[in-house]
């Protein structure tokens, strides 16, 4: 069960981190990173700015104290746009002609594999991606009047109020989208996954089998 805001977790503990890890969404955060890299998607992937981003976050860890999931999650978003911002900068300099930079600072350090909580390795991506995948589509299927607030609501986690102080809508507005929007997400997820088993169970058809 994912740990709540009231119940203490030890950061410390390898076994602490990766249960405060679990608990902030992966997959969820890899629609955020997505979302965030614009022209940085060309040359590095999600996966690799969530494990670079979760390193670092590993690195400070003796000086973060358990305040809830939410903190928690606000706190490594942080991290997760100070790496992109960082890749960016490090992208353009070597664009300039700065040598041989590399986007990551674990590769520096030869850890760009290192993963305290066992969040990233190549299984456990390649679920985080299909889960996220089928989030970013059902997202995307919302009503445009839908999409911005579910997507502030449920993956940024901001307030009713501070959703409808960066959109410029009534709070009461932004509570009704919240409902329908959120509500209608969440068919379209089950109904994403229920297809997705289904045809997951259907035999290769012949243009399909014959691609190896």
């Not at 977790?9 to 679990?22: F, R, Y």
């Not at 746009?81 to 990551?104: E, P, Q, W, Y």
């Not at 009047?145 to 009713?160: A, G, M, N």
């Not at 289904?198 to 012949?206: E, L, Q």
Request: aromatic share 4%; charged share 25%; glycine share 4%.
């Amino acid at each position: 069960m994912p740990p709540t805001s009231d119940i203490e977790i030890d950061l410390s503990t390898p076994a602490g981190w990766q249960s405060a890890v679990e608990s902030t969404g992966l997959a969820s955060l890899l629609v955020l990173i997505d979302a965030r890299m614009g022209d940085l998607a060309q040359h590095v992937s999600a996966e690799d700015v969530l494990q670079d981003s979760l390193l670092n976050a590993w690195r400070a860890h003796d000086n973060v104290k358990w305040l809830g999931r939410k903190a928690f999650r606000s706190w490594l978003l942080t991290i997760i746009d100070r790496c992109i911002s960082d890749m960016r900068s490090r992208l353009h300099a070597a664009k300039r002609g700065a040598g041989n930079v590399a986007l990551f600072h674990s590769l520096e350090h030869g850890m760009l594999h290192f993963d305290p909580a066992g969040t990233t390795t190549p299984s456990r991506v390649a679920t985080l991606r299909e889960q996220a995948t089928v989030m970013r589509q059902s997202l995307d299927e919302l009503p445009d009047d839908l999409r911005d607030v579910v997507r502030l609501r449920l993956f940024e986690q901001h307030t009713v109020r501070a959703i409808a102080e960066s959109l410029g809508l009534a709070v009461s507005t932004v509570e009704h989208r919240v409902r329908r929007g959120v509500t209608l997400y969440h068919s379209r997820l089950r109904a994403i996954l229920a297809q997705s088993a289904i045809d997951s169970r259907k035999p290769p058809t012949d243009a399909v089998s014959s691609v190896r």
